[in-house]
């Protein structure tokens, strides 16, 4: 057995502190799904736009009203989801310098204020579908159910919005109340 020494500067590799961690699938729901349909209808939807305009050079006129419609579609579906984690924007800088009561009680107005924000745009939308009586331009379908696709997820954000509000009202805390309690780990970095 011969053992071969390292040349010299050259260190043992050393594991990575920027390994891949197992990836965390346990805050997704069956509901989540839809969003990921949509988003890869949208996909295909905007190849065969790509493929028929630049390629075969004769364009398909209703990809591009269909794929405005499928983004509006992702951008509120996926907002379902980030309002059930609790993950839109928001501004945390100002809330380290604050005392706990201070930011339990800017916890409850962010909350009040998102719940009557999604009820509003709710009820908004609802009334502007039912207005509505237009047809979509390339193809012959209603351009309310757009608006009514918007309406209920607003209505959802809302119904999230409320879980969100009763949940930091009952337990005290909050991402934002005590970000030391939900801090992600950072081991080895």
């Keep these: 057995m011969s053992s071969v020494e390292p040349e010299r500067g050259v260190r043992a590799e050393e594991p990575s502190p920027l390994q891949d961690e197992p990836v965390d699938l346990s805050d997704l729901r069956w509901s989540d799904g839809v969003v990921l349909v949509v988003f890869w209808v949208l996909a295909g939807v905007v190849f065969l736009q790509f493929l028929t305009r630049y390629v075969l050079n004769d364009s ?10 499928l983004l509006i ?18 501004v945390e800088l100002f809330y380290r310098y604050f005392t ?21 745009m709710t009820w908004l939308c609802i009334s502007l579908a039912g207005r509505t ?8 379908l209603p351009k309310s159910w757009v608006y009514w696709l918007v309406a209920v997820s607003l209505a959802l954000m809302a119904v999230w919005a409320l879980a969100a509000l009763v949940r930091h009202l009952r337990t005290g805390t909050s991402r934002l109340i005590d970000p030391e309690r939900f801090a992600v780990s950072t081991k080895g970095v």
Excluded at 73 to 90: D, L, N, P, Q, Y
Excluded at 100 to 120: E, G, H, K
Excluded at 133 to 140: A, E, L, R, W, Y
């Design 60 to 69: 398909l006129g209703w990809t591009e009203e269909i794929a405005r419609f």
């Design 73 to 90: 579609a992702v951008t509120f579906v996926g907002s379902i989801m980030a309002a059930r984690k609790e993950s839109h924007i928001a």
């Design 100 to 120: 706990r009561p201070i930011r339990f009680v800017l916890q409850i107005v962010v909350d009040v204020v998102s719940l009557a924000f999604y009820v509003t």
């Design 133 to 140: 009586q237009q047809k979509m331009v390339s193809i012959d």
